[in-house]
């Protein structure tokens, strides 16, 4: 069975400044895909970045980042310009890539950008 | 942009109804799934359903529930006796055969039941 770790239930940064969230997986297989998810207050689970295994390059989508470190089983999330509208709770989660498999998420972090 | 849509957006029932969460994916896509979270706590996969029929489903998915697409649009989740644990978020997502990997998830259906 996959678990999903996160380390940090909570997290608080200034505005305009960088911060990374940790997340820790544990699996024997070797094909599958990463995710970071944010739900804000409104609890809409909104897909922020995804990262595929077998690639080596680190998956960016404008001011979010991330740091595979795939022997290590690591997969965090840098953001960086941080703003008002990141303050959400930010789930990891991984999925096997065998066709229709269930996603497994972490218990998540609390982020507060502070104004 | 095409997204996953769920009815109600809050619930109220009490202990012992049936309850009727309702769900329309995105229409390309041919896989769906039911997740789960208790205020507080992490999001939990209850059922993914393909090909009208259920492909997995986990130990919280007991007899209780039940899934359908009834009508080639809808996906539906059933609860048939609610109990007071059944009170949560409830999430359907749907994901497409090119990128099975990418589930995307609807705004959610509290439910609560006293």
């Known amino acids: 069975a996959q678990t999903v770790t996160q380390s940090q239930p909570e997290m608080s940064v200034q505005e305009a400044e960088t911060v990374t969230l940790s997340c820790t997986y544990d699996t024997s297989e070797s094909n599958y895909y990463l995710f970071w998810y944010k739900q804000p207050p409104s609890r809409q689970m909104i897909l922020v970045i995804r990262?595929?295994?077998?690639?080596?390059q680190n998956a960016t989508e404008n001011r979010f980042s991330v740091n595979f470190q795939k022997a290590a089983k690591s997969f965090s999330l840098k953001i960086s310009d941080s703003q008002l509208g990141d303050t959400a709770m930010y789930f990891c989660a991984f999925i096997l890539n065998f066709g229709n498999e269930k996603l497994t998420f972490g218990t998540g972090t609390r982020l507060t950008i502070i104004p | 942009e095409p997204e996953v849509t769920q009815t109600p957006s809050h619930q109220v029932t009490q202990m012992g109804q049936e309850v009727i969460l309702r769900c329309v994916p995105i229409s390309n896509h041919l896989y769906f799934y039911w997740y789960r979270q208790i205020l507080g706590q992490k999001v939990e996969f209850l059922v993914s359903?393909?090909?009208?029929?259920?492909?997995?489903k986990s130990e919280i998915f007991d007899d209780q529930f039940s899934v359908e697409r009834p009508d080639g649009s809808n996906f539906t989740l059933k609860i048939r006796s609610t109990k007071l644990e059944d009170s949560a978020m409830y999430f359907c997502a749907s994901g497409s055969a090119g990128s099975l990997h990418e589930q995307y998830f609807g705004p959610g259906t509290r439910l609560t039941v006293t």
């Open positions: 990262q595929e295994a077998y690639k080596q």
């Open positions: 359903f393909y090909n009208n029929e259920i492909s997995e």
